[in-house]
T-cell receptor
């Protein structure tokens, strides 16, 4: 089956620093990748949609200058949280979609970010 | 925004069928109904999806009403490992907007 990986699985960083999270589709090419954020005891919130080779589309209320998304290839998308603050601490999940698949979104295992 | 309504929580006895309802009264003709589940601190796992017809796979069955305004996910023989949050999602294209989901607890 289609596998999506994320790296790192967890990260702790100091306030004011930037953190990069990678999302890779391991055995398929993802024309579109998505980034979600999930706070404790809450549902997943879609942050942005990225298509390979073009700028990401951000959901309303998501700061594009703070959450930088790059989708440079059909198997890799990165999310960089710039100048992280404690309120950015969350569970970040990516997913990948391919037009050649069964119309499912394949989700990564998530990255736990803690900003101290 | 999520277009679905689900009960907040449900319990099910181990070995019995778990029936999880979902209301999607504003669904459009070309929108699919997807079900995913999320076990604590993991990424969502695909279960099943459908458009009009009932669907069955090795994990579950999906029953969609004729007017498509609601659906039911059926786990035929629930096990303790099925304890998770179950999300019903309606989408056009490839963007998913998650609702609050149903927290299913399978009781021994």
């Amino acid at each position: 089956g289609a596998v999506v990986s994320q790296h790192p699985s967890w990260v702790i960083c100091k306030s004011g620093t930037s953190v990069k999270i990678e999302c890779r589709s391991l055995d398929f090419q993802a024309t579109t990748m998505f980034w979600y954020r999930q706070f404790p005891k809450q549902s997943l919130m879609l942050m942005a949609t990225s298509n390979e080779g073009s700028k990401a589309t951000y959901e309303q209320g998501v700061e594009k200058d703070k959450f930088l998304i790059n989708h440079a290839s059909l198997t890799l998308s990165t999310l960089t949280v710039t100048s992280a603050h404690p309120e950015d601490s969350s569970f970040y999940i990516c997913s990948a979609w391919t037009s050649g698949g069964l119309y499912e979104q394949y989700f990564g295992p998530g990255t736990r970010l803690t900003v101290t | 925004d999520a277009k679905t309504t689900q009960p907040t929580s449900m319990d099910c006895a181990e070995g019995r069928a778990a029936n999880l309802p979902c209301n999607h009264s504003t669904i459009s003709g070309n929108e699919y109904v997807y079900w995913y589940r999320q076990i604590h601190s993991q990424g969502p796992q695909y279960i099943i999806h459908g458009l009009k017809n009932n669907e069955t796979n090795e994990m579950a069955s999906l029953i969609i009403t004729e007017d498509r305004k609601s659906s039911t996910l059926i786990l035929p023989h629930a096990t303790l490992r099925d304890t998770a949050v179950y999300y019903c999602i309606v989408n056009t294209g490839n963007q998913f907007y998650f609702g609050t989901g149903t927290s299913l607890t399978v009781i021994p």
